[in-house]
């Protein structure tokens, strides 16, 4: 059996977003500013590789503070008691560069089963000599089903904030 390539997120080179509708007519963007994970991959064309993810809850950016400090609190995250958002899974070649990312996610002390679209861009070597690997991940979550249960209802009976929410991740890999 072969021995397995350990990859690492360059996190200089990867971002972590989200978007949720507001009010449903418009649409708020966040990101995380602190995440690490890895890839242990028996190939280079990464079918079966096995992910490990994890983010820090408290480095959430709406590029709005007031907003930030209310998803931070038992509202929405609760950072406090659950200072990271885990995944782990596994990833599944589907054709030549798509992929599906299957794995365990865990908000809120509540893990579930979720299905990410995988996009490969391919594998370079940098001009430092680092062989490095790209991948867009999307996919939806319900919030509520992570516990994340804030809702409030405007007076013409329409939602705040979506029970939708869309995860969008670019991460460069590099081979260790």
């Known amino acids: 059996m072969a021995t397995a390539t350990k990859w690492v997120i360059d996190p200089a080179h990867s971002v972590v977003e989200f978007k949720v509708k507001h009010l449903v007519i418009s649409t708020v963007t966040g990101k995380f500013k602190k995440f690490e994970g890895s890839l242990e991959a028996a190939s280079d064309d990464f079918d079966g590789a096995k992910a490990s993810f994890s983010l820090d809850v408290d480095s959430i950016d709406t590029n709005v503070a007031d907003r930030d400090a209310h998803l931070k609190s038992d509202d929405f995250f609760a950072a406090d008691r659950f200072p990271n958002i885990v995944f782990e899974g596994t990833l599944s070649k589907k054709g030549s560069d798509d992929y599906v990312l299957t794995g365990n996610l865990t908000m809120r002390d509540v893990t ?25 991940i999307e996919g939806k979550v319900n919030r509520k089903e992570f516990g994340l249960q804030w809702d409030m209802v405007t007076e013409a009976g329409g939602v705040v904030v979506s029970d939708q929410v869309k995860l969008s991740l670019n991460i460069q890999l590099l081979k260790v």
């Open 112 to 136: 579930k089963e979720v299905s990410l679209e995988v996009e490969h861009g391919g594998i370079m070597v940098d001009g430092y000599g680092q062989t490095k690997a790209g991948f867009e």
